[in-house]
């Protein structure tokens, strides 16, 4: 008989030894009697040679070589039964261990593939990104023809490719729609080591200016559009009312650029561009040569470039060059500070789960002295005792790290599909899934501080003298555990305190950018975005005829207040720096210009935005294309150029290369606004008359009389109406723009709220804990207490105080700790300043609450015994 | 009664059950029966060290067990001695012998004689 069979065939086996023993038992009582001893004392002899029967079984089972097994199995169905004994407990401990776990896991998988991998390119390590610094704005992009000659001169790179995004317009079923694509220069998929699914890349010729009409297809479009057709290749895609040949269709694991592409083109350089300098267009990737590095590229870069330089001084200089990483390049330090904080946030959380487990596990320890003691008594030895703990501890932490592996892969899913925007555009999200190593990291830590916090009171217990734990037979625990559970519970509290101040202000900070905009009214407007790129708007008036039949149009709609166009809207992205020169200082010789945002309106833009006007005029019908250049200026830039006295009537003019151009007179001065969500200051904006300035896009603002939505369908037919052929783009009312933009803040706002709340919750388990401990131990105190005709308020207010002391010992180091680490992230904090007083007031005020209603239920439990009962429960 | 038996040498108890059962099938009782008998009360087999013993004997193959009627008729678990534990049996009584004979010629000396 194996001993699988054996162990399969327990009961049977038990069975037989137990027959086997009693025999030998009724034997010796048989052979005692005929010795001439009473039944009874032969009874009473027999037993006493016999000793423990179950001792006797174990050690046959141990002879037999399965006992370890056994007593495993057995171990583990202990650890199983406490699961109904103490469900409570369990579920608890399980609970709190999965939050920690899964929470853990998921935030890890995220920041390990957006710090380590956020898109899926091999050798991505060998990848970088070559721009020139461009002052005030995040695009990092390369005019054309400096691009070219990095290309020609570099020796650390192997190759370098360029591209641009191209959006553009296909013909759907219900008129034109959007659609994102790439111009990318010869080397683009060689230097990315990609291969088309289908088909090939571009050939050298087709990058020759009249021979691009040529596509190759994204996975997403191929399915989209032509429905995975096999025979795609050779069928054309008609963008811009051209027909472009499918040449190729790249697999679905190919994502590069991130955003939002859905084909790529090849760029087809004219001389023309080939030789613009000033005009940064192209995103550049390289291909670092093998054996060079980054440092290796930088520096060459930087001679080349200085070289480039000497070579063009009026379009270079004093412009930087920066060689990035193309990891550094997607994800910027802010996007990596703020996963660095989730990430911290989440261990916090995970060691606030750890700190409860083991007190949970403390608490019970106290209650169990009893039970381990009879265990004792009967014969268990010290090492089968602490097994017998730790299995279920062990069993515990299993059992939370399943619990948190549901968890993690729900909390990934969900991270998966509601990535925001911004996100999306640094990160491949679709590839997110949960990080096997994370898991087990995090596993290791639950079944280690299970294993951990089992263990100190599996010695602490065995250590315990026997005849005190069956005699006072209470849930007495000794000293030094007790101290370790005021220290857990407080540093949880400290804890707590610190993640909900951070969580308050992120919060508090998003909804205040969110909701209040100083100096205009995002409410009711509805904004779209137009661009004339067509050929029949190649001239400046056509598009001015546009924009008016357009304003008409839309004016004429019932609901409709007023209307404007402007080159950017507020939270719409948009750039437009231009250095400037006021004639403050036309005769001071600075190399330093002031700059500003240029942006140009319509006459209405200020009245439909409700921005008020400090100044001056608006613009109206004087300031057509001809007459003397006029702006407004936002108050900043005012303030910025001539002290904010006497504005209107100053002059100032664009600073450019190679002309000279006219003074603009200033006739008014508008309230600042602010334009992005993540504007630190107000912007300096030049505000142009459109008919002075044209633009080829415009973002319209609409504002409506009633809920901005209804209005979607009838301004897009009103846009038809005027070109049937014009697409009409990003649809939205303001409150979703500035939503949008805030994507990536909400989201790390949200995500830091629900770790704030798992950690107010696991504080108050682990207070509720430590006090109901406390109260059984004191059970025979609070009975005598009572039987002497305490007040039942005065012994609730007793047991209360203890946890309202922890509570207002950690608040207090809390406070204090989350005000410095909130100082030292002041740079993650938008909306909100770090010193925010309702926050640090709110958290302590909501701890108190929660703490006090977690100490509340145990001492009301306490004062409802029987002072009998309690006085004869020893 | 505890003073008076004589303890057994570690490894020695399964050397006199395989003894035992060489004779004849036997059950638990009777072995230690047996043991007493024969050693005039000096061995007195204790069931905590009895049945492990008979159980490790049985699980190594040196014995092997039946259940059948014993001679008042209930049911009991009888050990014999296998092939192998008459291999085993053999070898074990030549060590005791050896060891036997060494110790008892260590004892034989006179005190003064091994200096």
């Known amino acids: 008989m194996n001993w699988w069979s054996r162990l399969w065939r327990k009961a049977e086996l038990e069975e037989r030894l137990d027959a086997e023993l009693r025999f030998h038992f009724d034997y010796q009582v048989r052979d005692n009697i005929q ?10 002899r027999a037993r006493l040679e016999f000793g423990s029967i179950d001792v006797i079984k174990e050690q046959c089972g141990e002879a037999s070589g399965t006992l370890w097994v056994e007593s495993t199995l057995r171990d583990l169905y202990y650890g199983l039964r406490l699961f109904y004994k103490d469900l409570g407990f369990a579920a608890v401990a399980v609970l709190t261990m999965a939050l920690g776990i899964g929470a853990n896991t998921a935030i890890f998988s995220f920041a390990k593939l957006l710090l380590n991998k956020p898109v899926s390119l091999p050798q991505l390590d060998r990848l970088m990104s070559v721009s ?16 070219i000659d990095l290309r020609v001169r570099t020796k650390s790179l192997e190759s370098i490719a360029a591209y641009e995004e191209w959006a553009t317009s296909v013909q759907g079923q219900n008129g034109p729609e959007d659609i994102h694509g790439v111009r990318v220069s010869e080397e683009f998929f060689a230097t990315l080591a990609a291969e088309p699914a289908q088909g090939r890349i571009f050939l050298d010729e087709e990058h020759q200016p009249g021979h691009q009409q040529v596509v190759i297809l994204s996975y997403g479009v191929w399915q989209s559009e032509f429905g995975g057709d096999s025979h795609v290749l050779g069928r054309t895609l008609r963008l811009d009312g051209e027909n472009y040949e499918i040449v190729g269709v790249m697999p679905a694991t190919f994502q590069f650029p991130l955003w939002g592409q859905q084909f790529w083109a090849p760029l087809a350089l004219k001389s023309a561009e080939k030789s613009e300098r000033a005009k940064e267009t192209l995103a550049t990737v390289g291909r670092l040569k093998d054996g060079a590095t980054l440092e290796a590229a930088r520096a060459e870069m930087e001679t080349l470039w200085t070289q480039l330089q000497r070579q063009y001084p009026s379009a270079n200089r004093e412009r930087e060059l920066s060689v990035v990483s193309l990891r550094a390049q997607l994800v910027d330090g802010d996007s990596r500070a703020f996963v660095i904080l989730l990430l911290f946030v989440a261990g916090f959380v995970l060691l606030i789960a750890c700190v409860n487990v083991a007190n949970l596990q403390l608490s019970r320890a106290g209650s169990r002295r009893r039970e381990i003691a009879i265990r004792v008594a009967l014969g268990a030895t010290r090492i089968r005792l602490i097994r017998q703990l730790l299995t279920e501890s062990v069993v515990l932490a299993i059992m939370g790290g399943a619990v948190g592996l549901l968890l993690a892969v729900w909390g990934v899913s969900v991270l998966r599909t509601n990535m925001p925007e911004q996100v999306r555009r640094i990160c491949d999200t679709t590839s997110l899934r949960v990080d096997v190593q994370a898991f087990i990291f995090m596993l290791f830590v639950a079944v280690a501080s299970g ?4 263990l100190a009171p599996a010695l602490q217990l065995s250590r315990a003298d026997l005849r005190d734990g069956l005699e006072t037979g209470g849930g007495r625990i000794v000293g030094g555990g007790k101290r370790l559970q005021n220290i857990f519970v407080i540093s949880e509290v400290i804890l707590s305190v610190v993640l909900l101040i951070g969580a308050g202000l992120m919060v508090k900070g998003f909804s205040a950018l969110a909701n209040h905009n100083p100096g205009w009214e995002p409410q009711n407007l509805v904004a779209f975005h137009v661009n004339l790129s067509s050929s029949q708007y190649a001239a400046p008036r056509q598009r001015t005829a546009f924009y008016e039949k357009a304003i008409d149009r839309i004016n004429s709609l019932p609901a409709v207040q007023g209307v404007a166009a402007a080159s950017g809207v507020p939270y719409s992205f948009y750039e437009n720096e231009v250095e400037v020169i006021s004639d403050a200082q036309a005769e001071v010789r600075s190399r330093q210009f002031p700059t500003a945002m240029q942006d140009s309106i319509t006459s209405d833009y200020f009245r439909v935005m409700n921005i008020p006007l400090l100044q001056g005029r608006y613009f109206d019908q004087r300031d057509g294309d001809g007459a003397p250049a006029v702006a407004i200026v ?19 003019k664009l600073l450019e290369r190679d002309a000279d ?25 030049l505000y142009r008359p459109l008919e002075q300035a044209p633009d080829e896009a415009m973002d319209f603002i609409v504002r409506s009389s009633g809920e901005p939505k209804q209005l979607f369908a009838v301004v897009h037919s009103a846009i038809s109406e005027v070109d049937r052929n014009q697409p009409v783009t990003h649809m939205q009312t303001m409150s979703q723009k500035i939503r949008e933009q805030a994507s990536a803040l909400h989201m790390v706002a949200t995500l830091m709220g629900l770790f704030g709340l798992a950690a107010i919750f696991l504080s108050a388990i682990g207070i509720y804990g430590v006090i109901t401990h406390s109260v059984t131990e004191r059970k025979r105190e609070i009975g005598i207490r009572m039987a002497l005709g305490a007040q039942k308020a005065k012994v609730v207010k007793m047991v209360m105080r203890e946890g309202v002391l922890f509570t207002a010992m950690g608040g207090a180091i809390g406070i204090g700790l989350g005000w410095f680490l909130a100082r030292l992230l002041s740079s993650l904090l938008y909306g909100v300043q770090a010193w925010d007083l309702a926050v640090y007031a709110g ?15 145990p001492a009301m439990r306490a004062v409802r015994v029987d002072p009998v009962m309690a006085l004869r429960y020893e | 009664m505890a003073n008076t038996k004589t303890d057994l040498l570690q490894g020695t108890l399964d050397l006199l059950i395989l003894k035992v059962t060489a004779l004849e099938p036997i059950h638990g009782y009777a072995i230690a029966q047996r043991i007493q008998q024969i050693s005039r009360n000096a061995l007195q087999v204790q069931q905590g060290s009895l049945y492990p013993a008979l159980h490790r004997l049985e699980n190594r193959g040196f014995v092997a067990a039946e259940w059948h009627e014993s001679e008042t008729g209930r049911d009991a678990k009888f050990y014999r001695l296998t092939a192998k534990g008459r291999r085993q049996l053999k070898s074990e009584c030549d060590n005791w012998a050896r060891l036997s004979e060494a110790i008892g010629l260590i004892l034989q000396v006179a005190d003064g004689e091994a200096l």
Do not use: C, Q
């Open chain 1, 35 to 44: 010795s001439g001893m009473s039944e009874e004392e032969a009874r009473r």
């Open chain 1, 634 to 652: 936002s108050e900043s830039m005012a303030r910025r150029l001539w002290w904010g006295r006497d504005v209107v009537g100053r002059k100032v």
């Open chain 1, 661 to 685: 151009p006219e003074w603009i007179t200033v006739v008014g001065v508008a309230a600042d606004i602010r334009h992005e969500v993540y504007d630190r200051t107000f912007r300096s904006v």
């Open chain 1, 451 to 454: 294993v951990l916090s089992g």
């Open chain 1, 132 to 147: 020139v610094v461009t002052h005030g704005s995040d695009e990092r992009l390369l005019a054309p023809a400096n691009y």
């Open chain 1, 843 to 857: 958290v302590p005020a909501l701890l108190l609450l929660v703490s006090t209603g977690a100490t509340a239920m």
